[in-house]
């Protein structure tokens, strides 16, 4: 699999947009990317994944660079409810189904 | 649907016990995920089932460790017998068919050895 590369913490003030990179320099072509975000003492949850295109749903927008060396998970308009550990993970079939979580980004939503 | 059911949530036991962690998946979900989060290593993918059988055990740290699914609803992961190392929160989750990405995480068990 791709390796990931994301800052570990980030913060964002309450109902600004919340801009979440991802470095994915080493992906290849049938590698997807998903996020997936993890509040407190909770297990993680999905949120997203593309390919190539820019996707949006009722959570977040992912942006996919042209390249795909790198994407970004926005969340339009951040509440407090969104402080969790994001995470970016790149995978496809051929690894089967391991989904390699890594450290991710800790945002921190201020009031 | 209640989502995936974990029990116990909180587990703690003495070294050279052996512990049972149980799992119930979401119903129609064919894929069944046993991980482990741990500060140090953070989550790590220990064995995952598809349709009751296992396909990738490679994550399972040891013989100590052991999981099976004897039918559609149930899984269990044991520890026998257990360390203080393998204090960490244990998740099991689930999903379906060729939706595998999309994960539905339990509430974890959280296990300490002493």
Redesign the interface.
């Known amino acids: 699999d791709a390796k990931t590369t994301q800052p570990p913490s980030m913060d964002c003030a309450e109902g600004r947009a919340a801009n979440l990179p991802c470095n994915h320099s080493t992906i290849s072509g049938n590698e997807y990317v998903y996020w997936y975000r993890q509040i407190h003492s909770q297990g993680p949850q999905y949120i997203i994944h593309g390919l190539k295109n820019n996707e949006t749903n009722e959570m977040a927008s992912l942006i996919i660079t042209e390249d795909r060396k790198s994407s970004t998970l926005i969340l339009p308009h951040a509440t407090l409810r969104d402080t969790a550990v994001y995470y970016c993970i790149v995978s496809s079939s051929n690894s089967g189904y391991a989904l390699n979580f890594g450290k991710g980004t800790s945002l921190l939503v201020t009031p | 649907d209640a989502g995936?059911i974990q029990s116990p949530r909180h587990e703690v036991t003495e070294m050279g016990q052996e512990v049972t962690l149980r799992c119930k998946p979401i119903s129609g979900h064919d894929?069944l995920?046993w991980y482990r989060q741990t500060m140090m290593r953070?989550?790590e993918?220990l064995i995952?089932f598809n349709n009751n059988v296992p396909?990738?055990d490679s994550?399972m740290p040891e013989d100590r460790f052991s999981a099976k699914m004897p039918n559609a609803s149930f899984s269990t992961l044991k520890i026998q017998p257990s360390e203080p190392r393998d204090s960490a929160v244990y998740?099991c989750?689930s999903?379906f068919g060729g939706v595998?990405?999309?994960?539905?995480?339990?509430?974890?068990t959280r296990l300490t050895v002493t």
């Open positions: 995936v894929y995920f953070g989550l993918l995952y396909i990738d994550g998740f989750a999903s595998f990405y999309e994960q539905y995480f339990g509430p974890g």
